[in-house]
Nanobody, 121 residues
C-alpha cells in the first residue's frame, strides 16, 4: 500500500509565497516521476510541475520563473516552492507519483488527497 500525503496549503495574499510538501510512504521500491497538479472549481486538473528521479524538471508555462519543484529521493518527499502567487492560482494542489512497489512490479500512478491553496486579499 502506498500513500501520498500533502501539506502546506494555506490562505496567502496575492504576491505572497507558499511551500507545499508531499511525503510518500508504504511499500516503495522506486519512484520515477513526481509531480504537482492543481484543480480549480469547474476546471480540469492541470500539471503544474514535474521532476524525474534524475532531477529533470518540467513546468507549466504559467508558473515558470515563480515556482520551483524539488525532491529528496532518500526520503521520498516532494516540495513545491511557490512565489508571486496570483488569485487565479487558487486551487486544490495534488501530489502525484509514479511508483514501483517491487523490483518485478510495473510502475503505477498514485495520487494524494490534495491540499487547498487560496490566494486572496
Amino acid at each position: 500500500q502506498v500513500q501520498l500525503v500533502e501539506s502546506g496549503g494555506d490562505l496567502v495574499q496575492p504576491g505572497g509565497s507558499l511551500r507545499l510538501s508531499c511525503a510518500a510512504s508504504g511499500t516503495i521500491f522506486s519512484i520515477y516521476i513526481m509531480a504537482w497538479y492543481r484543480q480549480s472549481p469547474g476546471k480540469q486538473r492541470e500539471l503544474v510541475a514535474s521532476i524525474t528521479s534524475g532531477d529533470d524538471t518540467n513546468y507549466a508555462d504559467s508558473v515558470k520563473g515563480r515556482f520551483t519543484i524539488s525532491r529528496d529521493n532518500a526520503k521520498n518527499t516532494l516540495d513545491l516552492q511557490m512565489n508571486s502567487l496570483k488569485p487565479e492560482e487558487t486551487a486544490v494542489y495534488y501530489c502525484n507519483a509514479v511508483i514501483k512497489t517491487a523490483r518485478w512490479d510495473s510502475y503505477k500512478n498514485y495520487w494524494g488527497q490534495g491540499t487547498q491553496v487560496t490566494v486572496s486579499s
